[in-house]
């Protein structure tokens, strides 16, 4: 890997920024796991990751504001920072709103989500160092998507599944309004890579 | 506040589209104080709001295609005003889904959601005229942030305050509809905060 | 019609993707029409028209980094693209929804639902060889804008219609899903035309 002195402050900080994507995602599956009365710590740990998050973007943008030079254009690095900022907000939600409304079980599917949503935290951590060569990142990109395709997939089984004959039409409410954050944070990170196939093509 | 002359119909236009919010915000907040019969006519009034917010962003875009100097780039004035247009448009549809669902009772959170709203409209509406000076309204776009944030963490506990064991499923959906409005509606706030953010980054 | 041969392939290729959403929206139409059993197959012609402007949209990106002329900015060619995609994303959930929660009937309001997507897929397919004249395109993007209007008053009332005392709560969520793709759908032509209106400003 090779960072160019101009503007690496910023591969760091936006590296930072997707490594706390990691350990959202990590938490949140960690918070799937465990029985209904442990999920509340849980959810007070990523949501003082996702104040971290915050803490990173408020950085990013500071920086923006006093550097002469910045590696891409400013708007686009802005962008990122609020477009992966955005990924630890329906994180963050999911694992609230399964706290707040007392979530009895989550439904059948979810680990299937919450496998992708760390491997596109992976993806997307390991592609911001590679920032300073942009044109490589194609397989990152092609993969998001193809998670984004397979979340997306998942969750409509999950729907279907929850909207059987004969369920509590509050209780599938509820659990929809949940499991919807899983889906929003795979599109979260389609986004995410939009941006940088953005810049990637703004480069070429 | 100093106002460049080239291009300052901008901003004056930009200023009274805002100024439509303060008064939108306004309605749907006396609407859901008022009695269920009188809601239809405080919607009708806030639909005409929306109408003539519509007739100030065709006059924009208008302006945009025959002016030969713009204080910004066109499309970041263009972005701007669809923007507050939005915000318009989910306040219009709160009025107009309360009346049309004949929603019985607004739940408890209702009258936090519009102080925010209100407060949202009002430094959205003070910021425009300050655009010419776009480096300082940062104060204002950390408000807007705090208040999404603020009305995020109202909502949530409006739905779980819903979502309570033995509630009716149907009328849970209908007032979750209705009340989801007022959480996109400050959203669309923040969104209009972001443009101006990208504008002053732009331009520093 | 006149084509200027510099980049007049990205012409083609967004005529053909918009072609696609003109076939889309009719085999939606064919599905809301046609018997529980039989909607499946349907369906899944209609998702092999969404692979097919999935490949159409990759074509455009590899055409971008491999050109150096383009007609228009890059990022506005690639978002565009990017917008078309979206739409027959949500008109696929549609078809997919409806046989995944084995939809009993499509409620009223369905008819006048899809004639205003089959409206919106044909003025888009018709918009899109005339980019090359982008400033005459001004009546494309008002009555694609009028069409969401209609779509958005129409979906209200649907929804309006299905929340009616003594309607079974787990029925209404279903129906409401399916039917939200539809609003969705609309949605994004709108968001289509936004791009060649920005595309339209930039160039004016």
């Not at 002195?5 to 490594?19: K, N, V, W, Y």
């Not at 963050?92 to 992708?116: C, I, Q």
Request: with cysteine.
């Amino acid at each position: 890997m090779r960072i160019t002195p101009r503007g690496s402050q910023f591969f760091r900080l936006l590296t930072d920024a997707a490594a706390n994507l990691v350990t959202a995602t990590g938490l949140l599956r960690e918070l799937t796991e465990a029985a209904p009365q442990e999920r509340e710590a849980i959810a007070g740990r990523l949501h003082e990751v996702e104040h971290a998050g915050d803490d990173l973007t408020h950085t990013i943008m500071v920086e923006l504001n006093s550097s002469f030079v910045t590696p891409f254009d400013r708007e686009d690095i802005q962008t990122l920072a609020a477009r992966v900022d955005d990924v630890l907000d329906y994180l963050d939600t999911a694992a609230d709103l399964a706290v707040l409304y007392r979530l009895d079980t989550f439904p059948p599917g979810t680990e299937l989500l919450l496998r992708v949503l760390c491997r596109a935290a992976e993806i997307t951590a390991e592609s911001m160092p590679g920032l300073a060569k942009v044109g490589e990142l194609a397989p990152y990109w092609i993969e998001v998507n193809e998670l984004e395709n397979e979340a997306d997939r998942v969750y409509r089984r999950v729907l279907a599944h929850l909207f059987q004959p004969g369920a509590d039409a509050l209780e599938v409410l509820k659990t929809k309004e949940v499991m919807e954050q899983f889906e929003l944070a795979a599109d979260a990170f389609e986004h995410v890579a939009d941006v940088v196939q953005t810049i990637a093509v703004k480069e070429s």
